[in-house]
């Protein structure tokens, strides 16, 4: 194992330009990278981005800067211009192989180095300056392309997995659209009605920070961010009774179906299950459990209206959701037996897909020990 500094082992491309509106079509933003994922999936912006951005050329390894601990990694699928938030990476490959590279950059090795270098409270972001000076260790070359070849063979798959994963859900999510129809046209003629006709929705209060008796008890503290995983079983930071007490913050139970108000990126107006009892706060919308409404078709309800959902929100810098809009949000009166017979259609789709996602969580243990083993 040899040592080297960053800049030895990758050049950072800072070449600019301001896009035309051609270039929208080849834009990739932060938005576009998805965390633990090299793959690009999705890119280009409505309109000509704004104010300068990076050149990319395929093949490049792009690393998003700011905000780093969202662990933001991918390898540019074409040439074109990404986000002055990232950097454009290049391997210098005398010291390392390219095949490696992505894996190396993408590796906790390489980014737990790299968050701890980040500057700033709000956006923390990481300076080419300081980068550049960190110092990494790195096997033989031949080595290097030995664990290449590894490695891509189980990412490969790992992917594979994802597309496996990603098509079950648009199965339930076809499926909900072949039973009812689309929400938002209704063509089955369902009663519309409210959310609040058949129940009632809330929030929490934030505690505050202030008083350290308010945080490390035992009670479950849900984060706008762990409604995307669709069933919410959190693990986040806690609160103590008193902080429920003084704050007016609602224990939810079982089987609440919750809305992410605000968020950044993907995250506001997904919808998710409460699998346990939890508090939280003014950003999360929380439609609490009915006899008129079945929790997983609730859910899916949503999953088909995230897009109209985002569509709907409103604030001078960012579209945030309100209690309101929740509350008053049109739903299809389907009958009770109906849901029921969707949610255990739902039910079994979940079983197939935690199957898959067990494996893919033993291919990726497999992936990160093997590079954790090379590189530490």
Known sequence: MSRYRFEQIASNSREKKKPSAEDRFTYLGLEHLDSGSLKVTRFGSDAAPIGEKLVMRKGDVLFGKRRAYQRKVAIAPFDGIFSAHGMVLRPREEIIDKDFF????SSD?????AIKISVGSLS???NWRDLKDLEF???????????ANVLWAINDTIEAYKRLISATDELVKSQFIEWFGNPYENPKRFPLKRISDYTTVVTGATPSR????????????VKTGEIEVGKIDT???NITELALQETNCKLLPMNTVMIAMYGQGKTRGKSGILCIEAATNQACAAILPCEQLDPIFLHQFF????DRLRKMGRGAQQANLNLSMIKN????GVPLNAQKQFAAFVRQSDKSKFELEQALAELSATYKRIISEQLG
């Open 102 to 105: 992505p894996l190396f950059i």
């Open 109 to 113: 090795y390489f980014l737990d180095a």
């Open 124 to 126: 923390p972001t990481i």
């Open 137 to 147: 260790e790195l096997p033989n070359l031949e080595t290097q392309r030995k664990l």
């Open 210 to 221: 202030n008083k350290a008796d308010y945080y490390g008890g035992t009670i479950p503290w």
């Open 235 to 237: 693990t986040e930071e």
């Open 303 to 306: 999953v088909n209206e995230y």
């Open 329 to 332: 949000y049109p739903i299809m």
